[in-house]
Nanobody, 126 residues
Framework: VQLQASGGGLVQAGGSMRLSCAASGRIFDNYAMGWFRQAPGKEREFVAAVSAYSWNGGIPDYASSVKGRFTISTDNAKNTMYLQMNSLKPEDTAVYHC?????????????????WGQGTEVTVSS
């Protein structure tokens, strides 16, 4: 499994941005997918995840800091996962990574993920 994240950039606070994660094949049926982020000087943290379709139809889970503002989704036809980010705040500034887990269950734990894409940088200006 190969993952390629894209879509980062610079945005003003209150704005929106959509990140994409292209997978090397049709994996969303059997892999849980997740987004994590790492801010400068901080450890990587969980953002959002979605279970494999074959597990529970792809139910999402979110960190409390982004719930209600971010939406994770997958498009099987395009083999692509998205993270729609609205009402962005300066504290959302980080490098965002996408990941895939063969465990099928959406998880907030990094160790559950088997494959990682390179990061895409998001900067939110105040």
């Amino acid at each position: 499994v190969q993952l390629q994240a894209s879509g980062g950039g610079l945005v003003q606070a209150g704005g929106s941005m959509r990140l994409s994660c292209a997978a090397s094949g049709r994996i969303f049926d059997n892999y849980a997918m997740g987004w994590f982020r790492q801010a400068p000087g901080k450890e990587r943290e969980f953002v959002a995840a979605v279970s494999a379709y074959s597990w529970n139809g792809g139910i999402p889970d979110y960190a409390s800091s982004v719930k209600g503002r971010f939406t994770i989704s997958t498009d099987n036809a395009k083999n692509t996962m998205y993270l729609q980010m609205n009402s962005l705040k300066p504290e959302d500034t980080a490098v965002y990574h996408c990941a895939a887990s063969g465990g099928r269950v959406a998880s907030s734990y990094e160790k559950e993920y088997d494959y990682w894409g390179q990061g895409t940088e998001v900067t939110v200006s105040s």
